[in-house]
């Protein structure tokens, strides 16, 4: 700390850095660094350097894990990444490399990121070192190894310890997002990585498949499936189990899951369009609501407790948030006629809804569970749908028609930044996003 | 099939969609939409020869249709449900299934469970006439079997429709 604090009255360009960025780097117990981010801060700024690689293979390999690594930070959305500064790497000889800290703060830079790619027969190992700028500390020093075909798994797993050591919270890397596309001609389930990467086809059913979503543990995929000629929820066991189906009459309605164990859905099978608590055996367990109007969309807070969801109890549909324990249901949006596609953070009270508007749009809006915060993310852009949180709570994956077609984007928590996530033939909607496991 | 994605991180589409002021989101309001008022509704005579029996209907039952974001049964839709009901009880042998749909607008889940709804409804109007429950089923396709393509009024209020099959 006094380091640091030294740094910021000798050092003029300290001392704008902290100014532009007021980010403090403070050293938390068992020697970890933990930025502590003001509200409203800005990103982290970070020069991630070019890998040090020696040898045709291991310069090639140093490429793509440069790619990947700057593709992963950037997607996070909380670094500033600059470019190294032309002399980051003064008198280094054969065996070392004796980093320019000065040149480092001169551009701004708080965190510095370098390393070294070498092969030990097969294997290819990559020595990633983190140093914090001002201080010239030495934050984090860690080996990942592998094969060629492990070096997008290598870059992340690296992206994922750096956003960890600066803010103390895992991150958004290895997670997936179960979604619908049409591009066959079917409404059919796909997955894909975080990033969009590697779109693999679900479900072959040929007929209607609706809003696909993961359990918390990764093992289950409940979603709508038309098969048998009516809507029905379908849990399908990912180990390779079974696939459950709660066929019962009439339909089944838009599942969330309440913990790795039960889901909820709305089933109509007595009248009464009602959210049950089914098990992953499709068993119901309990039903939860109790009213004769539309009741869809269960959504849960992070510990179980509470289920928000949407009702037309009132007329128009609306959102409201029903306590488990005592039953107590209280209405959460009292602003826009027609709320509906709830999605409770998985890290805190905050919950992510659509609003149709009378102008045609439909917008993503969040709000807490107080019913305070009504923040408005999307406008001026069609059709926003679907939202569903990343599993850290910093991003949203929706689906927009911005730009014709429905297609997937991603943005900030925030809002703005909507950046398309995968391009791939026909419509995709309904997205969402898989939690930590 | 991974060689045709393309994954795009570009700042690209970020722009041209909040450029303007926010917009403040409407007041609590119960009352009906302006893009979509019953008044709009189109005339769906529900006689034997006219529209909602001829050209979408694949029986001998014809079609019931709905104001927007409604499952109550117009004087029209009685009437029509009337005549099915006529000829399900002079056709005992016979069960129907009534798929209730919706028009594209809104969102598919919340549409899924209107279309649950005017299915339901139908049914019940049907049941009261004197044919027995277990003559008919019903199921809802929401948004995701639209029977008329556009994005105009005309084109919502055709798919806003309980659909009769003989079974």
Known sequence: MMQFFRGVVFSVFALLFCLLFPLHLVAAEGQEYIAIRKEGSGNIALVLDKLDAKGRKETKFAQSLDVTMHDGLDFTRLFSLISPPLNVKEHSDRNSVVINFPALTSVGAEVYVGGVVTMKSDTIILDMKVYEAAGSKLLMSKTYSGTEADLRSMAHAFCADLVQLLTGKRSVFGSKIVFISNKTGFKEIYECEFDGYGVRQLTNSKSISMNPVLSPDGRYLAYIDFSSGRPALSIRNLTGGRTAVVGKSAVSIDPGWRNSNEVAATLSFDGNQEIYLVNTDGTISRKVTNSKSINISPTFSPDGSKMAFVSSRNGLPQLFIQDLASGQVNRLTFSGRYNTQPSWSPVSDKIVYTTWEKGGEINIFTINADGSGLTQLTQNCGENKSPSWSPDGEMIVFTSNRQGKEKLYVMSAKGGDGRILLQVDGEQTQPSWSLFR | ?167
């Open chain 2, 1 to 167: 099939m991974k060689k045709n994605i393309i994954i795009v991180l570009a700042l690209m589409v970020t722009a041209g969609c909040s450029s303007k002021s926010a917009v403040t989101p409407d007041e609590g309001t119960s009352s009906q939409p302006s893009l979509s008022s019953s008044s709009s509704r189109p005339e769906l005579p529900a006689s034997p020869s006219g529209y909602g029996f001829d050209q979408w209907q694949t029986g001998p039952l014809g079609d019931v249709f709905y104001d927007y974001d409604s499952a109550t049964l117009s004087t029209e839709a009685q009437e029509q449900l009337t005549q099915n009901g006529g000829w399900l009880s002079s056709h005992a042998a016979k069960a129907a299934l009534i798929e209730g749909h919706c028009d594209a607008r809104g969102t598919s889940e919340y549409n899924l469970a209107l279309g649950d709804r005017r299915a339901a409804s139908a049914k019940e109007y049907l049941v009261r006439f004197g044919v027995s429950p277990s003559r008919i089923e019903t199921v809802s396709f929401g948004e995701e079997r639209p029977f008329a393509q556009g994005q105009s009024e005309e084109a919502w209020a055709k798919n806003r429709r309980a659909h009769f099959v003989v079974k």
